[in-house]
């Protein structure tokens, strides 16, 4: 699913659509035993809380894609009599109204999500009449193209609010506040089936990981079996490492600078696109070709990226940061405007390797403007 994808979907929780049909849910504690479990048409809900729920939904289907929010496909053998994927089918199918597989869903999240204290495992199945759109892409609500039936799960931290003082009206004193067990944003979740051109893909999952170094593999892969991709900070660290390793002693300033400057450029060319950048194999190498690599280091890259896997790939945002361009060494950090890098420099002066920087502009030096230093004949 591409951004846009996921924005149609995200504008339908709220009242003034009604897709949501039904809404189920588990509250468990820190001992994975569950507390109680609840189901009901979501229109019996008060404005109050539906609004609340629709709150945690968009939740889930809020983020970076490609960083907490990932598209996964199930894998063939997934697919096949008895596999994750044909598990999700019944419970879409059922519309969340079969106890005996709400129950067995129920526990296989228990089983599967690693989480040491209380959570809310809450479900919503939805139906979306897709319409149709004209040739100039205005939406004919009218003329329905096909019909979306999907489900939604969060999976929420229940946490005691913090204790503190309060005003109590019936003794109109001050007092000690009640804890209550308070259900916070998503930590993780998912939508299924995908919604992919506008319409209903069974292969693929959208999966949310509120913190994307936290995807909760075990879950992902004994839950939902589909495959998931490297963390954010994996592909960074592995994109940096394939840099280190292919350059070897020849990594020098002007080199990795040229490089980052490339993936820079790529990513301001792709930034209305609703997909984010993958740099495929392909990719990389012409990054690394048009940074004036050597030959012979471009057959090191090609080793590099074997080792990663068969279809090695990345996404440009998690491999280089746009903001910002850090050069640090163990007593001083420069931050530089990634749009300025030819500010910095490197030279031999005095037989010591150093970084030059041009002064353009004044110069703050806590906040005091100083001058950069007097001109020498």
């Known amino acids: 699913m591409n951004k846009k994808e996921i924005s149609e979907i995200k504008k339908l929780l709220n009242d003034e659509h009604a897709v949501i049909t039904r809404i189920c849910g588990c509250y468990v504690d820190g001992e994975k035993e569950i507390k109680f479990t609840s189901k009901e048409a979501f229109h019996s809900l008060s404005e109050e809380e539906s609004f609340k729920y629709f709150d945690i939904f968009k939740h889930t289907l809020s983020g970076t894609l490609g960083k907490n929010m990932l598209n996964m496909e199930f894998p063939l053998q997934e697919e096949k009599e008895g596999g994750k994927q044909e598990f999700l089918l019944k419970l879409l199918d059922s519309k969340l109204e079969d106890d005996e597989i709400l129950n067995e869903f129920y526990q296989k999240v228990i089983d599967n999500y690693d989480y040491p204290s209380n959570y809310y495992i809450v479900l919503i199945h939805a139906v979306y009449d897709v319409p149709g759109k004209s040739t100039d892409g205005t939406e004919m609500f009218d003329a329905s193209?096909?019909?979306?039936?999907?489900?939604?799960?969060?999976?929420?931290?229940?946490?005691?609010?913090?204790?503190?003082?309060?005003?109590?009206?019936?003794?109109?004193?001050?007092?000690?506040?009640?804890?209550?067990?308070?259900?916070?944003?998503?930590?993780?979740?998912?939508?299924?089936?995908?919604?992919?051109?506008?319409?209903?893909?069974?292969?693929?999952?959208?999966?949310?990981?509120?913190?994307?170094?936290?995807?909760?593999?075990?879950?992902?892969?004994?839950?939902?079996g589909a495959v998931p991709p490297m963390?954010?900070?994996?592909?960074?660290?592995?994109?940096?490492?394939?840099?280190?390793?292919?350059?070897?002693?020849?990594?020098?300033?002007?080199?990795?600078?040229?490089?980052?400057?490339?993936?820079?450029?790529?990513?301001?060319?792709?930034?209305?696109?609703?997909?984010?950048?993958?740099?495929?194999?392909?990719?990389?190498?012409?990054?690394?070709?048009?940074?004036?690599?050597?030959?012979?280091?471009?057959?090191?890259?090609?080793?590099?990226?074997?080792?990663?896997?068969?279809?090695?790939?990345?996404?440009?945002?998690?491999v280089v940061d746009t903001r910002k361009f850090n050069i640090e060494m163990p007593d001083v950090v420069i931050k530089v405007n990634p749009d300025r890098t030819d500010l910095v420099e490197t030279r031999v002066i005095d037989g010591k390797q150093c970084l030059v920087i041009e002064v353009t502009d004044r110069i703050e030096v806590n906040g005091v403007s100083v001058i950069a230093g007097k001109m020498e004949d």
Not at 169 to 175: D, F, K, L, M
Not at 242 to 262: C, M, P, Q, W, Y
Request: proline letters at 5%; a negative charge; charged letters at 25%.
């Open 145 to 224: 193209d096909a019909v979306y039936d999907y489900i939604i799960c969060s999976i929420c931290p229940v946490n005691l609010s913090k204790s503190g003082l309060s005003y109590d009206s019936e003794s109109n004193s001050i007092s000690e506040r009640v804890r209550d067990w308070i259900v916070s944003a998503p930590a993780n979740g998912f939508l299924f089936p995908q919604f992919n051109d506008r319409a209903t893909d069974i292969h693929g999952i959208l999966y949310y990981s509120k913190n994307p170094e936290e995807l909760q593999s075990e879950f992902i892969d004994n839950m939902l």
């Open 231 to 318: 963390s954010a900070k994996n592909q960074k660290e592995t994109f940096n490492s394939i840099i280190s390793n292919t350059l070897g002693e020849d990594a020098d300033f002007e080199t990795v600078k040229i490089i980052h400057e490339n993936l820079n450029e790529m990513i301001e060319k792709n930034k209305e696109e609703p997909e984010p950048l993958v740099l495929t194999k392909y990719d990389v190498k012409q990054v690394f070709e048009d940074s004036h690599i050597p030959d012979e280091k471009l057959t090191v890259l090609d080793k590099q990226l074997d080792e990663v896997g068969e279809q090695p790939s990345f996404v440009a945002s998690n």
